[in-house]
């Protein structure tokens, strides 16, 4: 599972950065430039996981279950029946020990990114950063996220730590009970149906341990469901990028004219408005030509437009 999904990751991420590559430069503007490569990496990610080692523990753990539940009824029924009671309180701690481990590390993921958008930001303007005496600000934005991403792991290590000692309790539990029973049909003579002799202690420890183990493994199906659930999320995020259609699509069919040589370059009648901000006209009939050899200064007010000028 773990060989077919990397390599299928590796595909998709080529793929991924191919769309990516090839969307129009409205797209961008509608999205955050900074975070999008780890937006990126954290979806083919969550693919291979899904389709990897969880795919593989889901199967597994389905599998171990019903071999585990028939041996144990085979092997003795009336024991069976008592272990069997106590899986389904350890499959709801195995369930909270699964979900607080995945919120572990998608809170961390989500905050961690959030940080790391800021530190690129900050390193990409560092001179208008330093300029504007703003360092103590990208400072306390960027702890701000790395605390609040230490918050979200310290309340789920409270619910790891109360998964796993809810099933260390069920299981004493079901030691416990599961002995006390067993020795009691063994004591009172009690005819083994499987073995057609009264039950003895190898009896009850294999039929208790085959039936524990089936319960444990039925732990596994919750997380994998839910990283299948998340792979799906991603790949139709995937999905949604390879598949949009580009206003100005040059990734199949580059049609574009080599420019070897100009003496002009003109606007002529030029309007154009974000794709953000559709009524908000930024340039609205704009004229001019600037031949070769000269040199020419676009001024006006913050807002009026050079840079968007610069950009097309």
Known sequence: FRAFAQRQMLRMR??????????????????????LSSEMNSDCEKFAEAFGDKLGQGVGGLSGFLIGITLGFVLGWQLSLIVLAAVPLM???MVIFGNAVQEVAQESQSWYSQASAVVEETLFAMRTVVAFGCERQALNKYSD???KAQSGANRNVLKIAFGMGWVEFCFACAASVSMW?????????????????PYSGGD??????????????????????KAMDEGRVAMARYLAVANAKAEIEFMRDDRRMAVTSFESFEFKDVYFYYPTKPDAAVLQGLNFRIEKG???????ESGSGKSTIMSL
């Open 14 to 35: 080529v793929a991924y950065f191919e769309a990516v590559l090839h969307r129009d430069v409205a797209w961008f503007d509608s999205r955050s430039v900074a975070s």
């Open 91 to 93: 499959t709801i701690g």
């Open 145 to 147: 996220a790395v605390k």
């Open 181 to 197: 029973y067993g020795m009691t049909l063994a004591y009172d003579g009690e005819t083994n149906a499987s073995t057609g002799r």
């Open 204 to 225: 009850i420890l294999i039929i208790f341990f085959v039936m524990l183990t089936g319960g444990f493994m039925l732990g596994q199906l919750e997380p994998a469901g």
């Open 294 to 300: 000269s040199k020419v200064a676009f001024v006006g």
